[in-house]
């Protein structure tokens, strides 16, 4: 949970919650172990990098200081709750793919849209010598599970709000 709120009228601006089924290991930076003179040497920490969260992997409860109505946030909940059954690796594609889909800020899009994170994808996934096929079958899965519309060949529609 996140929560920022302002000190002079105590009161919340912003509750958000991430659920865990989008922490993969791509949203967490590892940091520098301890020092050998601290207290707890050699411990390593680390970072959760929020920027690497897709919009809706981010459910606001409290959003510039309204809350939001219950019903709209269960609903973005449960609209994600298939990357719990997904392995670990699928996961992280699928959310990888969800970004690429957050950052195009459109309602509808064409499969080259996504097409064209292909290099961006290859960096993250370097192993992986059919990117274009893998997206096409991770939009397939977000298609089955409801978070995707398909309205024609290589045509999507999101099936929540930008």
């Not at 059954?85 to 800020?105: A, Y």
Request: include cysteine; proline fraction near 5%; hydrophobic fraction near 35%.
């Amino acid at each position: 949970m996140l929560m920022s709120y302002d000190r002079k009228s105590l009161s919340v601006k912003n509750l958000c919650v991430v659920p865990k089924h989008f922490f993969v290991r791509e949203i967490i930076e590892e940091r520098k172990p301890l020092a050998a003179t601290a207290r707890r040497a050699g411990w390593i920490g680390c970072n959760i990098l929020l920027s690497q969260v897709p919009d809706s992997g981010k459910i606001f409860f409290v959003r510039d200081g309204k809350p939001l109505p219950k019903e709209s946030v269960l609903d973005k909940w449960q609209q994600t709750l298939f990357l719990r059954n997904e392995s670990t690796e699928g996961r992280g594609w699928l959310i990888e793919v969800m970004k690429c889909v957050d950052l195009l800020r459109k309602q509808e899009f064409n499969l080259e849209d996504v097409y064209a994170f292909e290099s961006r994808l290859s960096q993250i996934y370097p192993g992986n010598n059919n990117v274009k096929p893998k997206i096409r079958q991770q939009l397939q899965v977000l298609r089955d599970n409801g978070y995707l519309k398909f309205v024609s060949r290589g045509h999507y529609r999101l099936s929540r709000s930008p």
